[in-house]
């Protein structure tokens, strides 16, 4: 006789997933999850919440993502500081590295920069 083996009990089913799984099966029926058919309704059950677990976790990362950055295409989180350039999300950062690129240097910088080359070249005799 062998002893009852003690899995542990299955981890629960998060309520969103199981709206989710709900809103699959009253959109594409007990034998379909999306374009795919299934002969055995079990089979679509697994595949539904697979298809639905995979929805929710979509959904907490779009949320999760402010936007985009135009320029690095790194994702821009709500606590990060972001500017609205042209209708586009950039860093702050992002925004000043394309300034310099987009306009070149202010007046003020290519002073600072050329202080240097304003000295009397001495020629050699």
Known sequence: MY???LLP???PVPPAVLA???ALLVRD???HVGEAYFANPD???IQRRWQ???QVRAEARAASVFAEC???HDEILPSQESVLLAGARLHRE???EWDCFANGPTEAEMKEQMDGFDAPVEEAA
């Open 9 to 11: 009990s299955p981890a």
């Open 70 to 72: 135009v320029y690095c």
């Open 3 to 5: 002893a009852p083996a």
């Open 94 to 96: 992002c925004a000043h």
């Open 52 to 54: 639905a677990e995979l």
């Open 20 to 22: 989710a799984e709900a």
């Open 29 to 31: 029926g007990p034998y």
């Open 43 to 45: 089979g679509a059950a």
